[in-house]
């Protein structure tokens, strides 16, 4: 797994398979802007606390994120996979029906 960090803000990520995007991608930890929460919070008389909470909680459930589509399950795959050629088979024989 191999530490990065491209964008040069400290958010530091590493690189893994993205699904969604079927290419090795950087996956960097998912971040609530708390400031700006606590602002939607005052001006909703709280009404805004339920919906935080829940972003809150969907960071401690899934806190990878891919930069490119935002999917949150990265596969740490060392290659990607490659049909082998399996070996040509020998033609089956087929016997004739039996009359009985």
């Known amino acids: 797994m191999e530490t990065?960090?491209?964008t040069g803000q400290g958010r530091a990520g590493f690189k893994a398979?993205?699904?969604r995007c079927k290419r090795t991608e950087v996956f960097c930890r998912a971040k609530v802007n708390h400031p700006r929460q606590l602002v939607l919070t005052i001006f909703t008389g709280g009404l805004w606390a339920i919906p935080w909470s829940a972003l809150c909680?969907?960071?401690l459930l899934r806190p990878w994120r891919c930069k490119t589509c935002g999917w949150h399950k990265p596969e740490f795959r060392e290659t990607t996979c490659i049909p082998v050629a399996?070996?040509?088979?020998?033609?089956?024989k087929v016997q004739p029906p039996t009359v009985e």
């Open 4 to 6: 990065i960090d491209e």
């Open 86 to 92: 399996k070996p040509p088979s020998a033609p089956k």
């Open 17 to 19: 398979y993205c699904p």
């Open 57 to 59: 909680m969907g960071t």
